[in-house]
């Protein structure tokens, strides 16, 4: 059965990559538990998952359960015989991350524009689903504004190697003037 899988905006690569694999339908929601459940049931899904850890399950009302994720990677590491380790690894090595990086800035949507003018001409594509998303060759960024602080949260990831990920989080910050936090 191809199943639609829901995941938020901000590290796509290796969930788009694990989906498609297994047969599955990969769909985009903006962050946050309310819309990610939306999503689901427009979509018919049967998991949604977001990058902060909250795991959404139709099967089970669509609510947020960290036990039913324990369960199922356990019985995955138990019936594979492979360490956790091994399969955090590899899928890393195909697309690091950087994980979220946070930015106290003055101005967060000003901050956002200026990064998006340096960046925009580049781009294999832009995606405003939720904050902004750019696209590249080998690599990708989500900056978004937080809704409770003065920060902006960056997220890239890259099939180019880590070392990308500190050249652009350098290149990023410099333009966007603020102190990661």
């Given at each position: 059965?191809?199943?639609?899988?829901?995941?938020?905006?901000?590290?796509?690569?290796?969930?788009?990559?694990?989906?498609?694999?297994?047969?599955?339908?990969?769909?985009?929601?903006?962050?946050?538990?309310?819309?990610?459940?939306?999503?689901?049931?427009?979509?018919?899904?049967?998991?949604?998952?977001?990058?902060?850890?909250?795991?959404?399950?139709r099967?089970?009302?669509y609510c947020?359960?960290?036990?039913i994720?324990?369960?199922?990677?356990?019985?995955l590491?138990?019936?594979?015989?492979?360490?956790?380790?091994?399969?955090?690894?590899?899928?890393f090595?195909?697309?690091?991350?950087?994980?979220?990086?946070?930015f106290?800035?003055?101005?967060?949507g000003?901050?956002?524009?200026?990064?998006?003018?340096?960046?925009?001409?580049?781009?294999?594509?832009?995606?405003?689903?939720?904050?902004?998303?750019?696209?590249?060759?080998d690599?990708?960024?989500?900056?978004?504004q937080?809704?409770?602080?003065p920060?902006?949260r960056l997220?890239?990831?890259t099939?180019?190697?880590a070392?990308?990920?500190?050249?652009i989080?350098?290149?990023?910050?410099n333009?966007?003037?603020?102190?990661?936090?």
């Amino acid at each position: 059965e191809c199943s639609n899988i829901v995941h938020d905006p901000r590290v796509i690569w290796n969930t788009q990559d694990i989906v498609r694999s297994k047969g599955g339908v990969a769909v985009q929601a903006k962050t946050g538990h309310v819309f990610m459940k939306q999503k689901m049931r427009l979509e018919e899904a049967v998991y949604g998952g977001e990058i902060s850890a909250h795991h959404y399950f139709r099967d089970f009302a669509y609510c947020d359960s960290g036990m039913i994720p324990w369960i199922l990677v356990t019985e995955l590491i138990s019936r594979s015989g492979r360490p956790l380790g091994d399969w955090v690894k590899d899928r890393f090595v195909a697309f690091h991350s950087s994980g979220e990086i946070n930015f106290r800035v003055e101005d967060a949507g000003r901050a956002i524009d200026k990064v998006f003018e340096a960046y925009r001409a580049d781009a294999l594509s832009i995606d405003d689903t939720d904050g902004l998303s750019l696209t590249f060759r080998d690599w990708r960024f989500n900056l978004r504004q937080s809704n409770t602080e003065p920060l902006v949260r960056l997220n890239i990831e890259t099939t180019g190697g880590a070392n990308k990920i500190d050249e652009i989080i350098n290149n990023i910050g410099n333009l966007l003037g603020g102190m990661s936090t």
